[in-house]
């Protein structure tokens, strides 16, 4: 009877095994459920708590000034500045002289990153992950996190235009902004080309770099032109002055191995 059992007792234990790594992979490349608020202190003010560090956080915004930062090709302007423990884009619409995004130092391949915006009314801006410099815009190279107003805009609004969606790619999977002048937790997660978009709390978009989904949308949309759009592995974190006013706090990021 045991030799019978044998077998069957094998199969099951490599079973569940294959269970438990299927599980730990999905934990890391498909975060199901978003913990920002439960998991971060958003009353505190661009500080790391020790949990946070011993997990691997950064700090990429220290509250006090532009350290680790520049504009992106390191062109001059003054639309950036610290106000109050906030990282400050100063509304202007004028975009022919000083103005450019604000470009991390370091450059990041697999990360989670987490931030609280909020907009101006009628505001446009956006988060841009995996830039490069190469471009005349970051927007060329690297897929961007729409942050706008989608209840103001004065100018009528593609559902591929609306916060928290895979800019000019796909519509957000569901609609969790929060008025202009309120602050929102956004969360991006990218690992090996597979990328989440959270927005208070809710996932707004899950794509993956290179997929035929992906190439599909790319050759028949904005993108379709932008040979270095999507390419990028290993790139700048942006943010995107498109002269509105926007406020950042609490940014932070975790690079994922």
């Not at 459920?33 to 011993?54: P, Q, W």
């Not at 927007?139 to 895979?166: A, H, M, R, T, V």
Request: charged letters at 25%.
């Amino acid at each position: 009877m045991t030799k019978l059992l044998l077998p069957f007792m094998i199969a099951i234990l490599l079973a569940c095994n294959n269970a438990n790594n299927s599980s730990q992979h999905d934990s890391v490349t498909v975060i199901r459920k978003d913990t920002t608020t439960e998991y971060f202190d958003t009353t505190a003010m661009n500080i790391l708590s020790e949990t946070e560090r011993v997990e691997g956080w950064q700090l990429l915004f220290n509250g006090k000034d532009l350290s680790g930062w520049h504009l992106y090709q390191h062109k001059t302007g003054g639309a950036w500045a610290v106000d109050s423990g906030m990282l400050h884009c100063k509304g202007d619409k004028d975009f022919k002289a000083n103005r450019a995004d604000l470009t991390t130092d370091s450059t990041y391949e697999n990360f989670e990153l987490f931030l609280e915006w909020k907009i101006a009314p009628q505001g446009n801006s956006g988060i841009i992950y995996l830039a490069s410099e190469e471009y005349p815009a970051a927007y060329l190279s690297g897929p961007e996190y729409q942050l706008i107003d989608d209840n103001n805009f004065p100018e009528k609004l593609e559902n591929w235009q609306l916060s928290g969606c895979n800019y000019a790619m796909s519509a957000p999977l569901v609609n969790a902004t929060r008025p202009a002048g309120v602050w929102n937790h956004a969360r991006i997660v990218v690992y090996h080309g597979h990328v989440e978009h959270w927005l208070n709390g809710q996932k707004t978009a899950d794509y993956i770099i290179g997929s035929p989904e992906w190439k599909a949308e790319k050759e028949k949309g904005k993108w379709k032109d932008a040979k270095g759009y999507g390419a990028t592995k290993n790139g700048f974190i942006d943010l995107q002055d498109h002269g509105s006013e926007i406020w950042f706090k609490n940014i932070k990021i975790k690079r994922l191995s």
